[in-house]
């Protein structure tokens, strides 16, 4: 029997740029994938400059199937990122979400206020 890759370490996404209606669809695909081989993935989302409503319906989508696949997702936010974290507080998605200021603090118990 082979091994599974949901036992490896945990998986970094890095974004930057826009998400917006162009890119939410690859950015959903790409994170969802990383959950099906992965126990654990980390969004690094510190480079986004933009996220647009898809974008945000795509990550919820991403936490989602986080869930089903009995995965942890961090999202990390950037510190003080107001492109990623005002949109997802607008909304009152943030709290679906284990947000962490950076790479560094990407420990879910380090949450974004």
Do not use: K
């Not at 099906?36 to 996220?51: A, I, K, W």
Request: overall charge negative.
């Amino acid at each position: 029997m082979c091994p599974s890759t949901r036992d490896t370490p945990t998986r970094v996404l890095a974004v930057s740029g826009e998400i917006d209606e162009a890119e939410a669809t690859a950015f959903q695909d790409a994170a969802i994938e990383l959950l099906h081989e992965h126990r654990s993935v980390v969004l690094d989302l510190s480079g986004v400059t933009f996220l647009a409503s898809r974008g945000i319906a795509a990550l919820v989508r991403v936490q989602r199937a986080a869930d089903d696949a009995d995965a942890a997702l961090t999202v990390v936010t950037g510190p003080g990122n107001r492109a990623v974290l005002r949109p997802l507080q607008i909304t009152a998605v943030d709290s679906l979400f284990r947000l962490v200021p950076d790479l560094d603090g990407s420990d879910p118990a380090d949450q974004v206020p």
